[in-house]
């Protein structure tokens, strides 16, 4: 998919999911150009794999989002990070409809595509005439799904935060538990 669509489609779905009443404008426009850096493999020369990847645009954002709730961000810079992931993995989504990706690059160069092309073929024979098409394609259905994974993270965004506190708070009370030489008796015994 194109550069422009990559950097256009996902501010179009976070606005229209109403992210920018709660989060400031400037997160969505600053994950959408995060998620256009990545096609400066193209650009430059590299394989597409070199940012095209699984590492690049899942796990890495996984890693800022897990850092910024550790560190006790602020709830806009959780909102960000959660962006990131929302729009990189999406990113990488899409590419797999529109040509595929190495998603397991530099580990292994094997390409992969999803293809849900169907023809429609048709023939008036009276007037001499035929149509080929697509009934389906797999663009239509790639951004059919892009949208969606989108738009319903970005609407429940401020469920999504809300609850990762919560776990992440009861995760941090586990470790500093097992950290203390008095463990807390959660489980008590009559």
């Not at 961000?73 to 990070?81: D, I, R, S």
Request: hydrophobic share 50%.
């Amino acid at each position: 998919m194109d550069i422009l669509f990559h950097f256009i489609f996902p501010i179009i779905a976070a606005i229209a999911a109403k992210v920018h009443i709660r989060h400031p404008i400037r997160n969505i426009l600053i994950a959408a150009t995060l998620t256009v850096l990545v096609d400066v493999d193209h650009l430059v020369g590299f394989t597409r794999g070199t940012f095209h990847n699984i590492f690049v645009l899942v796990l890495i954002p996984l890693l800022f989002v897990a850092y910024t709730f550790h560190r006790k961000k602020f709830y806009q810079e959780k909102g960000l990070a959660i962006l990131i992931f929302i729009f990189l993995s999406s990113h990488l989504f899409l590419d797999l409809f529109t040509g595929g990706v190495a998603l397991f690059y530099p580990l292994s160069t094997v390409i992969y595509a999803i293809n849900f092309n169907i023809p429609l073929i048709w023939t008036n024979i009276t007037m001499g005439q035929s149509y080929e098409g697509m009934l389906v394609s797999s663009l239509g259905v790639g951004i059919a799904l892009y949208f969606l994974l989108i738009v319903l993270p970005c609407m429940y965004l401020d469920d999504i935060i809300s609850n990762m506190e919560k776990k992440h708070e009861n995760f941090r009370r586990a470790l500093k538990d097992l950290r203390s030489k008095k463990p807390r008796n959660y489980y008590k015994y009559s």
